[in-house]
Nanobody, 123 residues
Framework: QVQLVESGGGLVQAGGSLRLSCAASGRAFRTYSMGWFRQAPGKEREFVGAISWSDGTTRYTDSVKGRFTISRDNAKNTVFLQMNSLKPEDTAVYYC????????????????WGQGTQVTVSS
């Protein structure tokens, strides 16, 4: 069982930056690929990006490439989402997710989800 707790959300102006963190409890964090999803009001939850459990390979959805970066600290059981050059369309609830030995280069399918953290980007 893995519990995920996100933090770092908030209100930021367009062009600004935020860094989200996701702390994982439970054992064997390093065997989980970690991902981020987001859900804007009235829209379906969408994949943002993920980082592999094995070699740190990352993959991002096209709309955030070059602006968002995922990293992980296995010693601290934490994954990060650095978001730069934020746009109003990035406004959403951001969810952390974990997939045991999960694939990153193909469809990322989580086993566990966090509760989400709100990110609001004002224009």
């Amino acid at each position: 069982q893995v519990q995920l707790v996100e933090s770092g959300g908030g209100l930021v102006q367009a062009g600004g930056s935020l860094r989200l963190s996701c702390a994982a409890s439970g054992r064997a964090f390093r065997t989980y690929s970690m991902g981020w999803f987001r859900q804007a009001p009235g829209k379906e939850r969408e994949f943002v990006g993920a980082i592999s459990w094995s070699d740190g390979t990352t993959r991002y959805t096209d709309s955030v490439k070059g602006r968002f970066t995922i990293s992980r600290d296995n010693a601290k059981n934490t994954v990060f989402l650095q978001m730069n050059s934020l746009k109003p369309e990035d406004t959403a609830v951001y969810y952390c997710a974990a997939a045991l030995w999960g694939a990153v280069t193909t469809t990322f399918i989580p086993n566990y989800w966090g509760q989400g953290t709100q990110v609001t980007v004002s224009s």
